[in-house]
């Protein structure tokens, strides 16, 4: 599952889809580097975090093989 999250560029506010606070609640960690990255719940267990994370690499890199499978394609254009 992918969501294309957009933020607006003045006020630097997004609406954040149900399911996702529904899933993670209102407080959530961010971990970024330069490229990516990881969000999950305040007090998530850093193990479960983990597995998830391996889970969603083994998708991604199916998402490579098939790029029919993913957004970024179709956002792209969106952003042009």
């Known amino acids: 599952m992918e ?5 607006h560029p003045e ?3 997004t609406r954040i889809p149900k399911k996702l606070t529904e ?8 971990v970024p580097n330069s490229k990516c990255a990881v ?4 007090n998530a267990d850093l193990n479960t ?7 969603i690499e083994q ?3 199916l998402m490579q093989r098939d790029s029919t499978k993913s957004l970024t394609p ?3 254009r969106r952003d042009r």
Do not use: D, M
């Open 3 to 7: 969501f294309l999250i957009r933020i």
């Open 11 to 13: 006020q630097r506010l």
């Open 23 to 30: 899933s993670f609640g209102n407080l959530w960690t961010l």
């Open 39 to 42: 969000v999950f719940p305040e």
């Open 49 to 55: 975090v983990l597995k998830g994370l391996s889970i």
């Open 59 to 61: 998708e991604l890199q």
């Open 74 to 76: 179709t956002a792209q």
